[in-house]
């Protein structure tokens, strides 16, 4: 798949003519929107997976030197948390330029706190794109994030607030926390 994804997700039209969508964020999303909305509110996805498995040319590396950054794996039985957004159609034109490098739109069906559920959109970085890095040990993805950085700012950056976000939604995620570990074990160093 090309590595930019603008063109792939403008012919993506899920919702037809709806003015309201809820967008489900599971990484920087979860600490930072830098667009407007009209409503934020912890959600899930069921059957998915947080991972640091893409590769960031354009925002936490750069094209000599990527970074990582989350994408989401599906995965039976399990839950990814994060915060949903109610968003006006013209944010998904925002966000397929900031996303270009890999990300398309899927729908989904995201579930609130209250139990109320709603169908809407998240971005996904599936293993077909040119930046996609997959798999490796926490260890091994803590090192990498260790020592990149790009335009957006350090690659740790990104993972520590993510995970201090999760803290603060009293939210579980094995996999982030591990590297956060391992990281804070190397900037100790
Ligand atoms: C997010 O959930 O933060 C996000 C991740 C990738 C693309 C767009 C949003």
């Known amino acids: 798949m090309a ?4 063109a792939i997700n403008r012919a993506r039209n899920l919702f037809g003519d709806q003015q309201q969508i809820w967008l489900f964020g599971y990484g920087s999303l979860i600490f930072k929107a830098d667009f ?42 399990t839950v990814c948390a994060g915060m949903a957004y109610l968003v006006t159609p013209e944010v998904f034109d ?13 729908t989904t069906e995201m579930t ?9 959109l998240v971005y996904i970085a599936t293993e077909d794109n040119e930046a996609y890095l997959g798999p490796a040990s926490e ?28 803290r603060d939604l009293n939210e579980d995620d094995p996999h982030v926390y591990s590297i956060e570990e391992h990281l804070q074990a190397l900037k100790k160093d």
């Open 139 to 166: 260890e091994h993805i803590a090192q990498h994030i260790f020592s990149a950085a790009g335009p957006s700012g350090p690659n740790d950056e990104y993972l520590l607030r993510l995970a201090d976000s999760l």
């Open 112 to 120: 609130f706190h209250d139990g109320e559920q709603a169908q809407g």
């Open 94 to 106: 925002h966000l397929d330029h900031r996303e270009k490098n890999g990300y398309l739109r899927f």
């Open 3 to 6: 590595h930019d994804t603008q």
């Open 36 to 77: 407007d909305y009209l409503e934020r509110k912890p959600a899930r996805i069921d059957n998915w997976s947080r991972r640091f498995w893409q590769g960031s040319h354009d925002h936490r590396g750069t094209p000599g030197a990527p970074g990582r950054v989350a994408t989401l794996i599906e995965s039976p039985g």
